[in-house]
């Protein structure tokens, strides 16, 4: 039986993880859960988002037999991942981990520069994942970076500014620090669209490291082989399911621009308050 992968975000911003995922697993089922209901998670406290992300996650081991989980949500990754590892019985993968690996994998400075949303930056993850690996990190919230996203002004001038801007003053902090940074991490899933842009902001020699990217190359360290194993050597086709605990007509409109495709109908579910 080919194995199910469950990925799990507040929002659809997570579809990138899930879109960088097929990628490299073509021959994985997928049942990608946005709690669209609840979200923001970032305005909520630490033991209300560990309650929603566990019940998020329980509903993929229980009702979708996902085997294996990545939260594809920063917030939850942050102040929710042991939750979550203690409510299923399945391997859980965050996206902070491997976004701090990949960071030190490209830094040749030890230096490196985080933006992420506030609720991300305020719980100081990454600072954290980035310290236990030897790095420096300072971080930087970017609030307007997801609005301009769902917009739709991926390639906009006026987002190309206000990255200008976010950046300009990022690297002031550094600078007063001393700091002689090679690697700038995206610590939020919706800031992979904005990539191009980012790219043509930051100065020469640093590396823009994607999150989501790392996770699913962590994934497949962790998940390849099984997958594997299940088709049998044969090219398996994709399988995707998409549910959300609301607002699906925007979830269904929003979602392909972050997976690259049509996210086909999405299943509305109610995991309760």
Known sequence: ??????????GFGGLTVLRALIERLPGARFAF????????????????IARYAAESAQFLVREQGAEFLVIACNTASALALDAIQDAVPVPVLGVIEPGAIAAREASTTGDVLVIATEATVHSHAYAAACRARGLRAIEKACPLLVPLVEEGWTDHPVTAEVIEIYLNELRAEAAAQ??????????CTHYPLLRPLIERA?????????????????????????????????????EIRCFATDSVEKFERLGSRFLGRPVGHVELIDLGG
Do not use: W
Request: proline share 4%; hydrophobic share 40%.
């Open 178 to 187: 001393g700091m002689n940074q090679d690697a700038l991490v995206l610590g």
């Open 33 to 48: 859960l946005g709690d669209t209901a609840r979200l923001p998670y970032g305005s909520k406290s630490r033991r209300t």
């Open 1 to 10: 039986m080919t194995p199910t992968i469950g990925v799990f975000d507040s």
């Open 202 to 238: 930051v100065r020469p020699g640093v590396k823009v490291i994607d999150s989501a990217e790392a996770a699913a190359e962590q994934a497949v360290e962790i998940f390849n082989g099984r997958v594997a194993r299940a088709a049998g050597g044969a090219a398996a086709e994709t």
